[in-house]
């Protein structure tokens, strides 16, 4: 029997799973202890209703679809378009003149970003085919912003009902506030709203902020099926080699081995905290909490704590 799972990540989120280590842990970076199981059912309808509520009461950012009706297209669609969601982008498995085709055969289809659920109509397909972009990795896959995407959605109507009021509808679901984090938009629709004109500067398009490095490792790891089908057994004794290979850099004081050796060291390791479940950087905000106080003194070239 299958069972759903309402779960609560304090000041983030509430939302629904069949699988909490995947979804929770491994796609989002959550570890056991910084989120919270609030109950677990088979019947996936009264768990819906109960994350929409909970939403409401909590007041986070409220689904517009019930959590039924989306796993109906995710549960369908999502084995046909496998993409990747990071904090910043959803990148499709597909080049830019295959992408259109294959997002009108999902439409309907959801995912989850940091900013809210994104879903695929015939409205939002326009705007992604204006604003997807090519992979700088591969010609193969392409790649839109998740922050520029919510923008659009607070500030249209993505399924075209033109008879709604788009700002109350968006007000209603997001408590007062957007997707994107803003203060809802008061009488605005598509017909009267131009997103990153001169008047109207915002942070989609080039005032998103590019990639960071680990950003582009990750990147480059899904692109080439690591996440998919690494291990993480694999990948630890990936690191054993490499830091060999840097410390007999370091040893025959050679220095240009050495930075290389370091910088292969860093690319293992943030791919390692991925298929563990975690990030590279909630790795090393760990540690830093961890030592940041620490005190100690210098001996024989190496710190040592009291």
Same mark, same amino acid.
């Given at each position: ?5 309402l ?15 995947e ?11 910084e989120y919270q199981?609030l109950?677990?059912?088979p019947?996936?309808d009264f ?24 796993y ?8 046909n ?12 498995? #597909? ?6 085709g ?7 289809? !959801? ?6 659920? @994104? ?7 326009g705007?992604?085919?204006?604003n997807?972009?090519t ?6 896959? @392409? ?22 009021d788009?700002?109350?509808q ?19 629709n598509e017909? !009267?709203? &131009? @997103? ?6 915002c942070? #989609?398009k080039?005032n ?7 950003d582009n ?5 899904? *692109? ?7 291990d993480v ?7 054993? *080699?490499e830091v060999? &290979? ?9 220095? &240009? ?7 292969? @060291? ?5 791919n ?11 790795c ?11 005190t100690?003194?210098?001996d024989?070239?190496t710190?040592?704590?009291?």
């Open positions: 029997m299958k069972y759903y799972y779960y609560h990540i304090p000041g983030k989120k509430i939302g629904v799973t069949t699988d909490l280590k979804r929770v842990e491994r796609q989002q970076g959550y570890g056991p202890g199981l109950m677990s059912t019947d996936i768990i819906s209703e109960q994350e929409i509520k909970l939403q409401k009461l909590h007041g986070y950012k409220v689904d517009m679809k019930l959590y039924k009706d989306l109906k297209n995710n549960n369908k669609q999502l084995n378009m496998k993409i990747n969601v990071t904090e910043m982008t959803t990148t499709f498995p #597909c080049p830019v003149n295959k992408l259109k294959r997002l009108v055969d999902n439409t309907g289809m !959801s995912w989850e970003t940091e900013h809210g659920n @994104c879903i695929i109509t015939d409205k939002s397909i705007w992604i085919m204006d997807v972009k992979s700088q990795y591969t010609q193969d896959r @392409c790649y839109i912003y998740n922050k520029a995407f919510a923008r659009w959605f607070d500030n249209h109507d993505a399924y075209g009902k033109h008879g709604l788009n700002a109350k968006m007000n209603d679901q997001y408590n007062g506030r957007t997707r994107s984090g803003a203060l809802s938009p008061s009488g605005m017909d !009267s709203y &131009e @997103c990153c004109d001169e008047n109207n500067p942070e #989609c080039e998103i902020p590019p990639f960071t490095t680990f490792i990750r990147q480059w790891a899904f *692109e080439r099926g690591l996440y998919e089908k690494g057994k694999t990948q630890a004794l990936k690191l054993v *080699e060999g &290979e840097t410390c007999r850099a370091i040893l025959k004081g050679n220095h &240009e081995d050495a930075v290389d050796g370091i910088g292969d @060291c860093v690319v293992v390791l943030t390692l905290a991925e298929l563990q479940g975690t990030s590279i950087e909630d090393i905000e760990e540690a830093y909490h961890e030592i940041k106080d620490r100690g003194k210098m024989n070239g710190f040592k704590k009291d």
